[in-house]
């Protein structure tokens, strides 16, 4: 095996066990929060109980869950670690409802980073649903800017080959975007020069040209796709 399918290899293998990790913690964080029992003086409230902890443990797992898999989630990570994260609290809010744990009307704390008011079950399962759905829709808000971006569907279609490009000349179309001339060789060593809207962040970026084989110099078959990785500038 080669090292860049180990490294890929031991990269998803990280992101799964960091996302058992997160799940395990946000669901325990709530599936526990009513036997917790704070100790409170002036100084503030401490306990020894890991549910107690768990919301923080639980953030901070998220944050590396979402370092760890923006390689693959790229503009939907954000959006889906809290939609994960507030999936778990809330199934572990249902499964202490299902154990008889609590019921809907019953009233507790849920610490996150400082204690919250305390609220009914049933108003807490409200909050992480609205938030899971919201995490959501950042997701795949998130999913559809990274598709287009990366032309990602175009690059696995047999119809479409890709090369590497260059962007000449620049003329703004809207704050993010603009019209550029992208320069490329198609296979057969044929240069083109082919008119089209990017993003402007391609700019800073090596870019590929997604053409159509049999018409590589076509505008409307032509895309270009701006990698993950910014180039590195050397003054």
């Not at 954000?78 to 994960?84: D, K, R």
Request: charged share 20%; aromatic share 8%.
């Amino acid at each position: 095996m080669s090292h860049r399918p180990y490294a890929q290899a031991l990269r998803g293998l990280a992101c799964a066990l960091m996302a058992w990790q997160v799940w395990l913690v946000w669901h325990t964080s709530t599936y526990d929060a009513a036997s917790v029992r704070w100790s409170c003086d002036t100084e503030g409230c401490a306990t020894d109980q890991f549910a107690g902890m768990a919301p923080i443990v639980g953030i901070a797992s998220a944050v590396l869950l979402g370092f760890l898999s923006s390689r693959y989630l790229q503009r939907a990570t954000a959006g889906a670690v809290v939609a994960f994260s507030a999936l778990a609290a809330a199934v572990g809010w249902r499964d202490a409802l299902s154990a008889g744990r609590v019921g809907r009307a019953t009233v507790t704390d849920f610490h996150i980073v400082l204690p919250i008011s305390r609220l009914p079950v049933a108003d807490w399962l409200t909050i992480l649903w609205t938030a899971a759905a919201a995490g959501l829709v950042a997701a795949s808000w998130g999913a559809v800017v990274s598709v287009r971006r990366t032309a990602v569907l175009r690059r696995i279609s047999r119809r479409y080959t890709t090369a590497e490009a260059t962007l000449q000349g620049w003329r703004t179309v809207s704050r993010s975007r603009g019209e550029a001339v992208v320069v490329f060789e198609d296979h057969t060593g044929v240069r083109h020069e082919v008119p089209a809207v990017v993003d402007r962040i391609a700019l800073d970026r090596p870019v590929l040209a997604v053409y159509d084989a049999t018409r590589p110099g076509d505008p409307d078959r032509t895309r270009v796709a701006v990698p993950r990785k910014r180039l590195l500038r050397i003054s």
